[in-house]
């Protein structure tokens, strides 16, 4: 049984070609996304611990803004 797929290369791009039964729609968009996470990792310059660092920042910062909303909400 040969490979469900065929890729082909040339110095700009990659062209991958599947059976449309192979992958939903939802399945090839997390994939896409998935390459482009991928792609983001290796061109940054932070290290692991910069990325949480800024993670935490960002979560903080969020959770500062969204606060007032949920305050109201807690019950004794």
């Known amino acids: 049984m040969g490979t469900p797929y065929e890729i082909e290369t040339d110095q700009n791009s990659i062209v991958i070609r599947l059976p ?3 992958a939903d729609d939802e399945g090839l968009i997390r994939f896409l ?3 482009e996470m ?3 990792r290796q061109r940054s310059e932070l290290s692991e611990d910069d990325a949480q660092k800024l993670a935490a920042e960002v979560k903080r910062d969020a959770w500062t803004r969204v ?3 949920f305050e109201g909400e807690r019950t004794a």
């Open 67 to 69: 606060r007032h909303l």
């Open 33 to 35: 996304d998935y390459l």
């Open 38 to 40: 991928q792609d983001i």
């Open 20 to 22: 449309r039964t192979l």
